[in-house]
């Protein structure tokens, strides 16, 4: 297999970003078969850690399938060798603050001068523009302003924070989609552009339920983590023995499942739950039918008996659960593999897939600087050039 057999294969990503956003961005261009060269500082790119077998997971997860240059971009020659990489680029891809490339000497508007052909991807929390743009910005900070800590726990309790990382992840997936875009186009137009996307504002469509109940009723919903802010029901979360189910119906050929696995179809005609609007002004009472079914049972019986009768049904999954499950590991999503210095982990692929086109092979990030004689020599710089750049502190 070759990348030859790849939608991206011939495009080559310049990789400048960091922590989560823009390395997920690179990471799917990598999967799709894009020679992906991530320029890390001498010391390496801060998710990297201490690096060695103290390398985190999320580090080996986002960096797959990439090459892995060192470069001082605060020195003039290290600067003179980014533009010389991005002469034979398609693409560069940063996160960094607003104006912190542009300080640099190596924003945008130099770099479409060196190459006119360039797709430059910035991503920031808030934008390139308007007055909030140079508010630093994590994906706790973006959670909190997007509106989806508001939406996120229960009205009895303080705003909470979403699981993970969504809003990195959102604007990484958006920054992809939107530098494949300009790829298209060029092939148009024959030159690139900026792609610029917030992570503020990738996370807006996440809350359209929300929205689309404030427009409707001119009132924020409660935060409620069991229950939908819609006229779904049942929609929720239910306990079992030994952990939790989720439920949701959205037909009533659905509810009439419930009803029967539970064992309560003569419910079916009851006129208090003749439709999804009536069952939810008495939720508390379609709740405690299914609850009282749901404890005398296991999480994986209760599972099993709904999925079977194919509610919309899922068993919430612990991590470790979630890392090992088969499904995931038979479709190739996840793989174990057995790194020299970390040990056996599980990575994910790609979760993009393409019916004509080879699947990834899944490579280990590189090394700090692993790359730097491969894509340093292509520049026509001598093994005596590269060591002297070396001892100078320019890579």
Same mark, same amino acid.
């Given at each position: ?45 801060r ?13 080996a ?21 980014l ?14 603050? /607003? ?21 430059y ?15 630093l ?69 996440t ?21 939908? /802010? ?8 239910? /306990? ?11 037909a ?26 009536s ?21 994986d019986?209760a ?22 499950? /088969? ?46 004689e491969e ?21």
């Amino acid at each position: 297999m070759t990348d030859q057999n790849k939608p991206l294969a011939g495009i080559k990503v310049l990789d400048l970003t960091q922590i989560y956003q823009g390395p997920y961005a690179a990471f799917l261009f990598a999967m799709a078969g894009a020679e992906v060269i991530k320029v890390e500082p001498i010391s390496g790119e801060r998710l990297r850690g201490a690096g060695g077998a103290k390398t985190p997971l999320s580090f080996a997860m986002l960096n797959s399938n990439k090459k892995s240059i060192t470069l001082n971009l605060r020195d003039e020659e290290g600067k003179k060798l980014l533009r010389s990489l991005v002469k034979g680029a398609d693409v560069l891809l940063e996160n960094y603050a /607003p104006g912190v490339m542009d300080r640099l000497g190596v924003g945008w508007e130099e770099l479409k001068q060196i190459n006119p052909r360039l797709v430059y991807g910035s991503g920031t929390g808030y934008g390139l523009s308007g007055p909030d743009m140079n508010l630093l910005a994590m994906d706790h900070t973006i959670q909190a302003a997007s509106g989806l800590m508001s939406a996120t726990g229960d009205s009895d309790s303080p705003p909470s924070r979403s699981g993970g990382a969504p809003s990195d992840i959102m604007g990484g997936i958006h920054m992809y989609a939107g530098v494949l875009a300009a790829l298209q186009g060029r092939t148009a137009t024959g030159h690139g552009t900026r792609v610029e996307v917030s992570m503020l504002e990738a996370m807006y469509f996440t809350l359209a339920s929300e929205f689309s109940i404030l427009h409707e009723t001119g009132k924020t919903p409660p935060r409620n983590s069991a229950r939908s /802010p819609s006229n779904v029901c049942p929609y929720g979360r239910y /306990p079992c023995k030994d952990g939790w189910i989720v439920i949701i119906c959205v037909a009533e050929a659905h509810w009439h499942s419930v009803l029967e696995v539970v064992g309560r179809s003569e419910q079916k005609n009851n006129p208090d739950f003749r439709n999804s609007m009536s069952r939810k002004k008495r939720e508390h009472l379609v709740d405690a039918m299914i609850n009282a079914w749901t404890v005398e049972r296991t999480r994986d019986e209760a599972y099993e008996a709904l999925r079977a009768s194919r509610v919309p049904v899922a068993p919430i999954k612990t991590l470790d659960e979630v890392r090992t499950d /088969p499904h995931l590991h038979e479709r190739g999503m996840l793989q174990y593999k057995t790194h020299d210095l970390m040990g056996e982990v599980i990575l994910p692929t790609s979760p993009i897939r393409f019916s004509d086109y080879d699947s990834p092979e899944l490579e280990f990030f590189p090394e700090v600087g692993a790359d730097n004689e491969e894509v340093y020599g292509a520049l026509n710089l001598s093994v005596e050039e590269i060591a002297s750049l070396k001892s100078s502190g320019v890579i």
